[in-house]
Each structure stands twice: as structure tokens, then as C-alpha cells.
């Protein structure tokens, strides 16, 4: 066989692969639905497109596409797909940040009369907000998130601080200083925080979704908790890059006394750290002024199932994402990847709540949680904020206020480069 | 490049004729005005490719650059004239970017090109395994520069398992946000290691211009081999290397992917580039405007450069400065 022979023989293994990838896609019954999400790492997102396939009875498929890791990069490749108008997003996972912004610029549709109620029906009314805007549902809430202060019972002694004064002076006179680990990167969970501290001092970021807030008053209270734990010796020294993940691994290598996180890190201490695990406390979130406000103005995050704006199957799409975070599925995100339920059932769930020991408070700082600005624009928003307030050891609270304002106003304007 | 380098040798004798000849060439027969269109007939598909791939991009993003335009807010487009330029040129996020960009251009071309001149003189005076040495020294140009900047971030940063850290005994990560040095030292490296090749290959290209009789010459008049290799390598070859700056001055600073990737998908903003910052608006705004205008600024930065350095070339010509 000459090289001619070869070069046909190639081309006709090609054209057959072509014909059978064609008789694949549009072969199969029922509707094929592309799901784009998170690749959770306990295998639950793509896990519940699975379950889900098997329950309809042929009237959908549903195929997993995993997204980037982190929420920046995750949007990103959605939003460039829907920009385009691509019909081939018909289902995907979305940071409760981003529903005013895909709502508003119609990459999502709102859910219909019928499919809104079932989804509203025993959901926790936190997560129900993140998924409205402007009075309409627009995605469905799959599972919420919290943070809560962890700490080691070994090294606090007595009860756990209420506010963030407390937590630092208790950190402060630990013996072998104390670190408190929490987000301070240039990134989101910079503004969690930000939000939560000015929530809890009485303020608010943004007044409706195109006008700023930001009173002097909470702005100063909130970045001078920031400035003063930065420049405590209970601060990490790597606090200017720090994300959920690197406070996980510095606690759990027994580098530090307390961490302000998701409970994610729960299932990960008990399989990484067992002899730190039978010693791991938790506490509601810190407050700024008043110890009885510990646990109100928490962050609240989590992932929405939202629908594509131009999918080809919204009515299989809808029953596709109301199935995916049903009350199994919810069970299955919290057990294996430590991700709270929506549903109110669960957290009443006696054999769920053995295996999620802190579900009661994680419900009760859903009910009255700090949510992050509702508006279009709140990605530039949220740049515009951690640009400015990161890295938070060199926060001046006058000085640092006033260029917030200043940023936030241009972002809201779609000025200003960020 | 192609003016320059040939020329070369030639240089002294063939200024001047060159300009009488355009002169005597005035007055043109019906012959050769029928050749000039056949010219321009046979260039005309060449010249309709490069207007559709080049100049109605830049024309349209010049266009994009003068609106608000938001692919958010598709029903919010209106014209704004320089208002996008003003923000960009105002805002200090531009100016500590270009200097990011002007670091990691000035400080890696001047690496490559020590280095690059040593890889070339090797090149040039291999005894044996010519060939060899020269395909090796060129295989990290042949990699692709996203893997390459993968290996050194694979290399220096901690939570990616980085050995290098592990070996100097650090226990932070050398390429995060709180380490803004070595994040830069991390991308000029990468952008060395992958570019000096490059460099070195436009060098030799010069170096084979130097005649041997001359380097012989000075030699038997007494000159040791740093006074030849100064005195007359170097001065012969000034074309060749101002060409070879050239070339990768305007890469360096349209640094994209090294510094994206090392920068951990740009999200260290201490090594954010001019580029990244142009992406970071039309890709994650979707501000088309504000991003079009970045993407100007830096084409004109490129300009500017390249019009500084062809300058340098047209006045430092041996036998004419």
C-alpha cells in the first residue's frame, strides 16, 4: 500500500467518524440538554444530571459540560457563549452574583408561572432572593452557602467571640498568636467580606441596583475591621493572597486557631486532618458592633441552576433543573460536597442533620444573610471594590472610603476602567 | 528587514547610486506603464486579503473605541467621540499596567539579547555538530508559549507543587499576589527562556555578514578578541541586531500569554499586562468600547516603538553615520 493508500484510508476513517458524531447527537430520543456547570469536586453536579436522566424516561438527556474552577473564570466562558446568543446552553450553574446581570441582558429566561411555584415551594427565603430580580424568578436555587468561624476547640478556651474586636483580641493573646484566616486576595471574597462588614455595621453597598450607598459611617466601621485585623499579629502573613482554599489548607495543617469559611472545609478537615477534626468548633459569623448580632449579615453564595436565554428546549430545560435540585440531589451536594440545601425539608431531616451537625445554625444565618448588591452591573461593581481594598493592610478607613465611592459610582455608570 | 540585512556589505558603495538610479528612472514608456498595471492587477487579490484581515479590524475597532458600547446593554450604544481614550489615559490602572508591560519588555529584550548573542557566536563557531547545536538551541522556540508558561508556573508556584520554592526552602507561593518581584522575575524568565532563540537565530543572520578577511586583518594587526568582537562584529552587525530588538521589542510588549497564565488566568494583578487589561474589558466587561479603545492605545504603543527603532536603523547605518 502506497502512501496514497494510507492518505484515503485516513480520510475515510474520518468521514466515518464524522457520519457516526452526527448520528449520535440527532439520533437519540427526547431532547438533548446541554448542562454547563461546575465541576463540584465530589462528582454531585455531574451526578445529578446523571439521576435526573434516568428519571425522565427518555424524555430528556442531560450532558454534563464542566466549567472552570473558579466563579471569574466560570463566567467568563458563559457569558462570551451568551453574548453570542448560543443555543447550546440550555441549562447552567450560576453564582447567585449574576442573576440581575443575565436576567437584564436576556441570557436567562424567567421561569414560567408553574415551574416558579414548584421551585418556591419549601425553599429558604435567602437563597429564594438571589435567584429574583425585579419581583421575577429567574433561576433555581440548587443548593446556598455561609460562612461560618471556625475554630479549634483546643486552643479557645470557653466560648467562641462574638464580634470581630473580640475575635482579634482573643487571637491576639493566644500564646502562640493565634491566626485568624480569612479571604483577603484580590478577588470576590474580598467583597463577601466588605458586604458582610458593612451589612453588619449597618450600611449597604448599593441603594437599588443603580445607586450608590456606601454612607461614611459603615464604610469606615467596615474597612477599619479589615485595616485592624491586617495589621494584627493574628493577621496570615499571606492574607493580600488569600482564597477559601489556601485558609483550608493552612488551618488544616494546624497553622492557625480560627478560619472565617464555607463549610466545605468540613468534609475536607474530617478526611485530611482527622486528629484537628475532633477538635473542630464552629460559631456564628462574627458581628462589628453588637455580640447579639453574631450569625446575622453572613455571606450568602451558592449556585443556581438558571436557564439559557436561547435554548431550543426551555420546557424539558425547566423540568431538567427542577429535578437537578430536588431533595435527593440537595442531600447528595451537602453530604459529599459539603454544599447547604435550599430546602427547608433537609435541615429538619434527622439523618441529615447527624451528618451536618452545624445545618441548625446554617439556617438560621440564611434567614437573615448578607446579600451582595442585585444589580446588572455587579460584576464591575465588585471589581471596582476589591481593586480598592485590596490588599487590606494598607487601608487607610477615611481615605480608602472615599475612593470607594468614587470607583463604585464609575462602575455603576459602566465608566472607568477596572 | 529585508533592505537592511542584504545591503549590508554593500552598504558604503551603494548609497549613493541607489539614489541616482530612482532619479534617472523619471520619465516612463507606454511599456512600462503597461507593466505597472499588470503589477498592480497581478498584487490587486493580495492587497483585497490584507484589507479584509487587517485593515477593516482596525478600522472597526477603531469605530467600537469612540461608542459606549456594552454588550450588556446592547440597547445603550451611542457614539461618545474620545471619551473612552480620556478614561483609559486617565485612569491609573492603565499607567501601572503599561509600566508592568514596560518591566518585563525592557528588562527580558536586554536578557535575550546577552544571551541571544552568546547562542549565536556558539552557532557561528561550532567546529562540529553544526547542525545539531543549532536545532537544540532552537527547540524552546518551538513550544508552544501557553505550555511553556504552564512549565514554569507548574515550577514556581507552591499550590501547584511547584519544586522550585521546595528546593530554596520557601514555603510561600512565588508567583501570588503577595509577591509581586518574583511573580515578574517568574514571567521575564519565561519570556526568556522561550524567545532567546529567536533572537540568537536573527543574530547569526548577522553574524555570517561579518567577513572573515576583516576579523583575519585585525587579528594579525594585534587586536585581541574582545577589541574585534566590539570594534568590528559588532558595529558590522548593527543592522542585524536593531532588526532583531526590533522584532521583539513589539512582541514583549504585547505580552499576553505568559504573563495570563503565570498571573494564574490574570487574576495577579501585580504582573497584569496592557493586554490583559484589553482582554479583561472586552472579554469579562464586554465593554467593547473601553476595551477597543485599550487595544488602540496599545497598536499605537507598537507604532511608536516601531518608528523609534526604524529610525535608529535608517541613521545608524555603517558608512552613513
Known amino acids: ?418 | 528587514m529585508s533592505t537592511n540585512v542584504p545591503t549590508q556589505t554593500g552598504a558604503i558603495a551603494e548609497a549613493p547610486q541607489r539614489g541616482l538610479g530612482r532619479r534617472g528612472r523619471k520619465p516612463i514608456s507606454d511599456r512600462a506603464k503597461a507593466e505597472r498595471k499588470l503589477g498592480w492587477m497581478l498584487c490587486a487579490p493580495a492587497v483585497v486579503v490584507m484589507i479584509a484581515v487587517t485593515a477593516y479590524p482596525i478600522g472597526y475597532s477603531f469605530y467600537l473605541s469612540l461608542l459606549r458600547a456594552d454588550l450588556r446593554f446592547p440597547d445603550q450604544r451611542e457614539f461618545i467621540g474620545l471619551d473612552n481614550y480620556v478614561t483609559v489615559l486617565t485612569s491609573s490602572l492603565w499607567w501601572s499596567d503599561f509600566a508592568h508591560t514596560m518591566i518585563i519588555m525592557v528588562i527580558s529584550v536586554s536578557i535575550e539579547l546577552v544571551l541571544g548573542m552568546l547562542l549565536a557566536l556558539i552557532m557561528h563557531r561550532a567546529l562540529f555538530g553544526r547542525g545539531l547545536v543549532r536545532t537544540v538551541s532552537l527547540i524552546p522556540y518551538g513550544i508552544v508559549t501557553v505550555v511553556a508558561a504552564y512549565a514554569f508556573l507548574l515550577a514556581f508556584s507552591t499550590p501547584s507543587g511547584g519544586f522550585i520554592p521546595h528546593w530554596l526552602g520557601i514555603e510561600h507561593d512565588l508567583v501570588d499576589q503577595g509577591h509581586p518581584v518574583t511573580s515578574f522575575l517568574v514571567v521575564i524568565l519565561a519570556e526568556v527562556w522561550k524567545t532567546t532563540p529567536f533572537m540568537a537565530l536573527l543574530l547569526l543572520a548577522g553574524l555570517a555578514l561579518v567577513p572573515d578577511e576583516l576579523l583575519e586583518a585585525a587579528r594579525v594587526d594585534g587586536a585581541t578578541a574582545w577589541q574585534r568582537f566590539w570594534r568590528i562584529t559588532v558595529p558590522l552587525m548593527k543592522p542585524a541586531i536593531l532588526v532583531a530588538l526590533l522584532f521583539r521589542t513589539l512582541d514583549a510588549f504585547r505580552i499576553f500569554d505568559s504573563a495570563y497564565i503565570i498571573g494564574q488566568n490574570g487574576t495577579n494583578p501585580k504582573i497584569e499586562t496592557v493586554s490583559i487589561l484589553g482582554y479583561n474589558q472586552l472579554l469579562n466587561r464586554l465593554n467593547l468600547g473601553l476595551g477597543s479603545a485599550v487595544s488602540v492605545l496599545i497598536f499605537i504603543c507598537v507604532m511608536i516603538i516601531a518608528l523609534i527603532f526604524i529610525k535608529g536603523l535608517g541613521t545608524s547605518r555603517p558608512g552613513e553615520g
Open chain 1, 1 to 418: 500500500m502506497g502512501r496514497r493508500g494510507i492518505v484515503l484510508m485516513g480520510l475515510a476513517v474520518l468521514a466515518m467518524a464524522l457520519l457516526a458524531g452526527c448520528g449520535g447527537s440527532s439520533g437519540g430520543q427526547g431532547a438533548h440538554l446541554n448542562f454547563w456547570a461546575y465541576n463540584e469536586p465530589g462528582g454531585t453536579f455531574a451526578g445529578a444530571a446523571k439521576r435526573c436522566t434516568q428519571q425522565s424516561g427518555g424524555r430528556y438527556t442531560i450532558e454534563f459540560h464542566a466549567l472552570g474552577n473558579d466563579p471569574d473564570t466560570q463566567r467568563q466562558q458563559l457569558v462570551r457563549r451568551l453574548a453570542a446568543k448560543d443555543s447550546s446552553i440550555d441549562i447552567m450553574s450560576m453564582d447567585v452574583i449574576w442573576t440581575a446581570e443575565f436576567a437584564e441582558a436576556g441570557w436567562i429566561k424567567p421561569w414560567p408561572q408553574a415551574a416558579a411555584d414548584k421551585v418556591k415551594q419549601g425553599t429558604l427565603k435567602g437563597p429564594l432572593d438571589t435567584a429574583t430580580y425585579q419581583g421575577k424568578l429567574y433561576a433555581a436555587p440548587a443548593n446556598s452557602n455561609t460562612q461560618l468561624l471556625w475554630y479549634r476547640k483546643d486552643l479557645v478556651k470557653g466560648e467562641a467571640p462574638k464580634t470581630w474586636d473580640d475575635l482579634i483580641a482573643t487571637a491576639e493573646k493566644m500564646p502562640k498568636a493565634g491566626r485568624i484566616e480569612i479571604q483577603g486576595a484580590q478577588y470576590e471574597g474580598i467583597t463577601v467580606w466588605f458586604n458582610s462588614l458593612i451589612q453588619s455595621a449597618g450600611g449597604q453597598i448599593l441603594d437599588g441596583p443603580d445607586k450608590v450607598s456606601l454612607a461614611p459611617q459603615p464604610t469606615e466601621a467596615a474597612l477599619g475591621v479589615m485595616a485592624k485585623l491586617a495589621n494584627s499579629k493574628a493577621a496570615d502573613p499571606s492574607l493580600s493572597s488569600q482564597k477559601e482554599d489556601q485558609n483550608r489548607l493552612a488551618f488544616e495543617t494546624g497553622q492557625a486557631a480560627f478560619q472565617v469559611n464555607y463549610p466545605f472545609i468540613y468534609p475536607s478537615a474530617k478526611e485530611n486532618a482527622p486528629d484537628l477534626f475532633k477538635n473542630l468548633g464552629w460559631a456564628p459569623y462574627p458581628a462589628v458592633k453588637n455580640p447579639a448580632d453574631a450569625g446575622r449579615k453572613a455571606p450568602i453564595g451558592g449556585f443556581n441552576w438558571g436557564v439559557g436565554g436561547y435554548t431550543k428546549h426551555p420546557q424539558e430545560a425547566f423540568d431538567a433543573a427542577t429535578c437537578m435540585r430536588d431533595e435527593e440531589n440537595q442531600k447528595e451536594f451537602a453530604l459529599k460536597g459539603g454544599l447547604p440545601p435550599t430546602l427547608a425539608a433537609l435541615y429538619d431531616n434527622k439523618e441529615f442533620v447527624k451528618a451536618y451537625p452545624f445545618a441548625p445554625l446554617i439556617r438560621k444565618e440564611l434567614q437573615d444573610a448578607a446579600v451582595r448588591p442585585q444589580t446588572p452591573l455587579y460584576s464591575d461593581v465588585s471589581l471596582a471594590i476589591y481593586k480598592t481594598i485590596s490588599p487590606p493592610a494598607s487601608i487607610d478607613p477615611k481615605s480608602t472610603a472615599a475612593k470607594l465611592r468614587d470607583r463604585v459610582k464609575n462602575a455603576l455608570e459602566s465608566k472607568g476602567l477596572l
